[in-house]
């Protein structure tokens, strides 16, 4: 994810109580489990103050997935030769998926070609059967190039690998990377091709791959239009049908409402108009000091 998995102790600083059937990829789990009402999660504190249950606080509502009308428009591609995506041009705060004014800090300009490389080394592996000359020489090769980069080893804050925010992906290789196009304060539409590194059998991804790339989409959209960092609480993912490998797929992503610290997120994945997976989560504003 992005900085959004920053830890939490629940609204109110207190434990949340996490609902049950649904995959946490953050938040703490001292709280107890709380079953869906409805189909909708709930969310209680161990302050007595409920989330979806009871008397619900007010709610803000947001429009679903934007079906029309105009938008900013983020760049389609990323430079070949940089893996860059180049700035959009837009004021500083305008809510769109990229901060033109982002500083790019770390590995120079030539990291998202090295990030790029990375890419294609890992689907080249996945799918070859090499000899075992080769296996050698891979083995050799990757030993070298490890001991070389421990002398450049740094702390979790200064590592530039998933931080390249400029970069589609931000730079990292663990999800697959979501290419951006259009954006606004409460929603962000792009595309994503997974690899044959992420291949889980008979031409379809692998189950863990979707709920990664949700979360890194989600968890990166709670953090726009100037609000603070977040957390992913829960993250629960249905499959509908087969996520093909190697298939370009359109990603969507978008407010369903939010509730004070509490940011519900809906997201899917499509095949042309075949829905492949769909998810809904929630992601907590951390407080002051929280880590």
Request: charge should be negative; aromatic fraction near 6%.
């Amino acid at each position: 994810m992005d900085d959004h998995d920053e830890d939490n102790d629940g609204v109110h600083g207190k434990p949340l109580e996490f609902p049950t059937g649904t995959a946490d990829s953050g938040g703490h789990r001292d709280g107890r489990a709380s079953p869906p009402e409805n189909g909708h999660p709930c969310c209680l504190c161990s302050c007595g103050e409920p989330g979806r249950r009871g008397a619900t606080p007010e709610r803000r509502p947001v429009p679903g997935p934007p079906a029309s009308g105009r938008r900013p428009r983020l760049p389609e591609a990323v430079s070949p030769e940089s893996g860059r995506m180049p700035r959009t041009g837009l004021p500083s705060g305008s809510g769109t998926w990229l901060d033109p004014d982002i500083p790019v800090t770390g590995g120079g300009p030539g990291y998202g070609a090295v990030v790029e490389s990375l890419r294609d080394l890992l689907d080249g592996f996945a799918a070859a059967s090499p000899d075992e000359e080769t296996v050698r020489a891979l083995a050799d090769a990757f030993a070298a190039w490890s001991k070389r980069l421990e002398r450049h080893r740094v702390g979790e804050r200064q590592q530039v690998f998933g931080r390249r925010r400029d970069l589609h992906g931000r730079g990292q290789v663990m999800a697959p990377k979501f290419a951006a196009e259009e954006s606004d304060e409460r929603s962000v539409k792009g595309t994503v091709t997974f690899g044959r590194y992420f291949l889980g059998g008979n031409g379809a991804v692998h189950g863990g791959a979707i709920p990664l790339l949700f979360d890194e989409v989600m968890g990166r959209l709670s953090n726009t239009a100037g609000r603070s960092q977040s957390r992913t609480a829960f993250l629960h993912t249905d499959f509908r049908s087969v996520t093909p490998v190697g298939v370009p797929l359109s990603v969507r992503a978008w407010f369903e409402s939010e509730e004070g610290r509490k940011r519900f997120i809906r997201a899917e994945i499509r095949d042309g108009d075949t829905l492949c997976a769909e998810s809904h989560g929630l992601f907590l504003a951390l407080l002051p000091g929280q880590p």
